[in-house]
């Protein structure tokens, strides 16, 4: 039984958004699993890791969402903190590898003996255990979230320039891990993993049971979100998106309130990270270039800024279209329709696909509902339903 | 020979004349052994010999032979014997130099030879053998009629210090009248005295005086290997010359980092000031900055080709081409995009962000394009290659051109705001925009103009980058992050915080490298300005009154 706090107010679509993550969740493993490759009906595993990939990013685009779409902060860096979760669950992965490695090493990863570490950096230990890493993805990126948005928000850097230190936060980590003496493995990350939880990471069922569990993630990440924007807090933070100084002077402590969306926001796309990397079979530095931070804003921007369904939407819409002409021979243009859909998007859609599908509804209801109320009239039948 | 100093004590004055003019005649005298005998039979041959005994210390007394003996093959000889082209047939006691062309030649007669014996073997050499060849070498080079092989050789002998020379150095610097060789060999007999065993101590001081005056990493390095088997006077003296060149040596590497530092700050400041301008005017973030700096610089590689290709000769007027023609191709693209995006997301700041990081995108993509994914060769004229030396740094042409170069431009745009009719209506639009459109100001005309000409600076900045960096279609973004950096610490609505926010991260950047490393030291700025905005959230030269509040 889902706590009442997550089911409150479950409006349609959410309703909808849950039943079909949770619907392909199943039913897309089972498919892989149980029905003889070549079958019309089966998924071929590349295409469960590709899903499984779009389940992260739409958990970082929900992330992104929640600062976004419903407080105002534009993170420019959000990239870094899903990396950051990433990083350590590609750590567990690493140790994991134990003396399989190349070099055999039962301690070291193969990198370490590659540039002669002597022995492994303090920062490594622990993460051989499970429960350590899984607690490292949640607690290194909101660590910095809040250390970062404790020294941001409480000095009032607000619009272009927190967009702006987000950004320079992102582009001084990819910095630092691409140098080899970091202890990350430098420029080509970590990679060539091999077990998680004693499964091997390339077959095929972790591979469904990774997706299974990154729409599982999805799900609780969704309703952690709409928790947040539809309760008492939920108001203040859109108070803050649409009016911060009024807000402030009405006597909310506006930067505690961004600091702890923020600090959450942080944590899920650290999750969204560590359920990335076993999928895609690689971390490295490049995760944290600003580009990429931006490009997961923009998924957020094509599906709706401010609606959590359309967030996700946004982020499988737009991934699908990169994987679809990235591949083909429309490669080359790529970049451009990449930049058209962030200028016709701010132009010409700023409500995104889902804001914008549920304005056009909302107005047609109205509508409706005043020629009801007209043609009602117009009969000389008393007042409109109050139920309506 | 300078006097000692000249009130300290007259023995030694009296003393030092006397070895002094003792010296001139034994050096009289051996000048005659080396100059005035020419090599006819004897000890030339008799050296040469020597090379064929394959016996280091008769190796070592071969070469102190043939460099004293004025034989015109002695250059030829030793220099081979450096390279390992001389070589000797045991048998016979013939030794055959093998010229860099291949040609071989009898060392004792210098008569072409077809091919070597079958035993000839190269002649050996050992550390101690190396050294006193580049000393021979030196030595037959200090009397080159040519003042820069001169002053290579006694740079030499000062490095080898090498006693052998001594005489050599002393007869070169008494008929020597070019005053920076004098000035080397001055140096180079210091340096002999210095590590010469019987010098005496007034010798030795008055040697470490000349080498104190060097100054330099070499002069720090001979002082250090003198060994503690001196006379204590001798000691102190090197102790307290070694001190004063490291503190020399210190000052020199700190005017270098300003240099350098200097250097970053005016391509920063190139950089950002268009980024400052508009986002000082209208609020907005310009992503595509970088992109309209990367279409400067193809600009710039575009004129060089028509150049190229049509007229060669005004290879050298290019970047004066150049500038005013990037100036108008970016400013151009900058007012399309003001009126085709910009104006469409005012009071949208963020959004304007993204709409513009897209419009970076295409505009990468259009370049990749057009000119291909790699770098494209764009060169330097005459007058920015090359490089001049200021006391112990090295400045290069092209980076002190570009300093001026963005200084200029710092001043006609301060000018331009200051004094032109548009310049007051960008900033009564910076200070209030709602009063200034109420005052009559055409706002949205003066945005577009804005946009152009922070754009126009961004292409007159890639002018300047395509001379020291690769042009490429990602040029832009290199120095996008950058800029927004100088923006934001300088502060916006004054062009005077872009200018300090610049040459203070650039001067930062450069005097971290050297302790941190250049990656750690760049890392180190980036968490310094987050940190800086925590307590100045609009920068160093912040706007004040209400006006800013949005």
Request: charged content about 15%.
């Amino acid at each position: 039984m889902t706590p009442h706090v997550l089911t409150r107010s479950l409006d349609r679509s959410a309703s909808i958004f849950i039943l079909v993550v949770a619907g392909l969740g199943l039913l897309i493993p089972l498919s892989n699993l149980l029905l003889p490759a070549g079958s019309m009906l089966q998924v071929p595993t590349y295409l469960v890791a590709l899903f499984g990939k779009y389940a992260c990013y739409a958990i970082l685009a929900l992330s992104i969402d929640l600062i976004w779409g419903y407080c105002g902060i534009l993170s420019l860096g959000h990239g870094a903190f899903f990396a950051l979760g990433g990083y350590a669950m590609g750590m567990y992965l690493m140790r994991q590898i134990g003396s399989r490695g190349v070099y055999g090493n039962p301690i070291l990863p193969d990198f370490m003996v590659f540039l002669n570490y002597p022995e492994l950096p303090w920062y490594w230990h622990g993460f051989d255990m499970f429960w350590f890493a899984a607690l490292m993805v949640i607690l290194v990126p909101g660590l910095l979230a809040f250390c970062f948005g404790w020294l941001a928000f409480r000095s009032r850097v607000t619009g272009v320039y927190l967009s702006i230190i987000t950004q320079a936060m992102t582009y001084a980590l990819l910095l630092a891990f691409f140098r080899n003496d970091f202890g990350f493995g430098g420029n080509n990350g970590l990679t060539d993993f091999k077990d998680i939880l004693g499964f091997n990471v390339q077959a095929d069922g972790t591979r469904a049971a990774l997706f299974a569990l990154s729409c599982l993630a999805l799900i609780l990440a969704f309703l952690i979100c709409r928790a947040v924007v539809t309760s008492k807090l939920g108001k203040v933070l859109i108070a803050i998106r649409d009016a911060e100084s009024r807000t402030r002077f009405l006597g909310y402590r506006v930067e505690s309130y961004k600091l702890f969306v923020f600090t959450l926001s942080a944590c899920m796309a650290g999750v969204a990270g560590a359920l990335y990397v076993p999928q895609v079979g690689i971390i490295n530095p490049s995760e944290f270039a600003p580009g990429n931070s931006i490009e997961a804003v923009i998924w957020v921007a094509v599906g709706g800024r401010g609606t959590l369904v359309g967030a996700a939407l946004g982020a499988v819409v737009v991934n699908y279209a990169k994987t679809y002409f990235t591949s083909g021979p429309l490669a080359p243009y790529w970049l451009f329709m990449l930049g058209a859909l962030f200028i016709l998007v701010t132009l010409l859609l700023p409500k995104g696909i889902v804001g914008t599908f549920s304005a056009w509804r909302e107005s047609r209801k109205a509508t409706e509902k005043a020629n009801a109320e007209s043609a009602a009239r117009e009969d000389g039948v008393g007042e409109p339903n109050p139920a309506e | 020979m300078p006097p000692p100093s000249p009130h300290s004590c007259r023995g030694r004055i009296v003393s030092a004349n006397f070895l002094d003019r003792l010296r001139a005649v034994l050096l009289a005298i051996l000048l005659t052994a080396a100059f005035a005998v020419p090599a006819l039979a004897g000890p030339f041959e008799d050296a040469i010999a020597k090379f064929a005994n394959d016996d280091f210390s008769d190796t070592d007394e071969a070469i102190g032979a043939v460099a004293v003996s004025g034989n015109p093959l002695a250059f030829p000889i030793i220099s081979a014997l450096q390279e390992g082209r001389l070589s000797a047939d045991p048998d016979t006691r013939k030794v055959f130099v093998t010229g860099s062309d291949g040609k071989i030649i009898d060392a004792a007669t210098g008569a072409a030879v077809d091919k070597l014996p079958d035993n000839a073997a190269a002649v050996r050499l050992n550390n101690r053998l190396r050294r006193a060849v580049e000393a021979a070498l030196g030595g037959l080079t200090l009397l080159s009629p040519d003042p820069a092989k001169r002053i290579a050789a006694a740079q030499s002998v000062f490095k080898s210090h090498e006693e052998s020379a001594l005489a050599t150095i002393d007869s070169a610097l008494a008929k020597e009248t070019n005053k920076t060789a004098k000035a080397a060999f001055a140096e180079a007999r210091a340096a002999i005295l210095l590590y010469k065993s019987d010098a005496t101590e007034i010798e030795k001081l008055e040697a470490i005086a000349v080498v104190k005056a060097r100054g330099d990493q070499e002069a720090m390095a001979l002082l250090t290997g003198l060994g503690s088997d001196v006379p204590p006077n001798v000691a102190r003296a090197a102790a307290s010359a070694i001190a004063s060149i490291q503190s020399n040596l210190a000052m020199w590497s700190m005017v270098q980092n300003a240099w350098y530092g200097l250097s970053l700050g005016s391509v920063l400041l190139l950089a950002a000031i268009g980024l400052a301008i508009t986002f000082g005017v209208m609020g907005v973030i310009n992503m595509a900055h970088g992109e309209m700096v990367m279409l400067g610089a193809y600009t710039t590689f575009v004129v060089q080709e028509v150049i190229r290709t049509r007229y060669p000769g005004l290879f050298d007027y290019s970047l004066l081409i150049a500038v005013p023609l990037a100036f108008l191709v970016a400013g151009a693209i900058g007012v399309l995009i003001e009126r085709g995006i910009i104006r469409f997301l005012y009071g949208r700041p963020l959004e304007t962000l993204l709409a513009t990081w897209g419009l970076s995108l295409v505009l990468q993509q259009a370049v990749r394009t057009m000119f291909g994914p790699t770098n494209r060769e764009v060169g330097n004229p005459s007058w920015m290659s090359g490089a001049f030396e200021l006391g112990q740094i090295t400045i290069t042409y092209n980076r002190l051109w570009i300093l001026c170069f963005t200084l200029a431009v710092f001043v006609i745009l301060l000018a331009m705001l200051r004094y032109t009719a548009l310049g007051l209506e960008m900033r009564a639009v910076t200070q209030n925009r709602r009063m200034a459109a109420s005052m009559g100001i055409a706002t949205s005309r003066v945005d577009a103009l804005t946009f152009g000409l922070g754009s126009g600076i961004a292409g007159i900045a890639g002018v300047a980058l395509s001379q020291i960096d690769n042009v490429s279609p990602n040029l832009g973004q290199s120095y996008i992050i950058d800029s927004f950096m100088v923006v934001v610490f300088g502060g916006v609505g004054n062009l005077w915080g872009t200018l300090v926010g610049a040459f203070t991260l650039g001067i930062a950047n450069k005097f971290l490298e050297p302790v941190a490393g250049a990656v750690l030291g760049k890392i180190a700025i980036l968490v310094l300005i987050i940190l800086f905005i925590q307590k100045r959230p609009r920068g160093l030269f912040a706007l004040k009154g209400r006006a800013v509040e949005a």
